[in-house]
């Protein structure tokens, strides 16, 4: 039983973190052309980061 439990709350963390990725997305959007370049370079820099540290950390 707790493991259902477990699945669904990654399940609604995976939901929201997502959705917080889409509102910054729109939010970005509002604010013009210079705000979306420079967060699909921080998400492109984020993950190149993110799987240079797990490769390091092996």
Avoid: H, N, Q, W
Avoid at 32 to 55: C, D, N, Q, Y
Wanted: glycine share 8%; hydrophobic share 40%.
């Amino acid at each position: 039983m707790a493991r259902r439990k477990r699945e669904s709350l990654t399940t609604t963390r995976s939901l929201l973190y997502a959705l917080a990725r889409f509102l910054g997305d729109v939010e970005a959007a509002t604010k013009g052309p210079e705000a979306v370049g420079k967060r699909i370079l921080r998400r492109a820099l984020g993950k190149a980061t993110g799987r240079a540290m797990s490769k390091f950390f092996r």
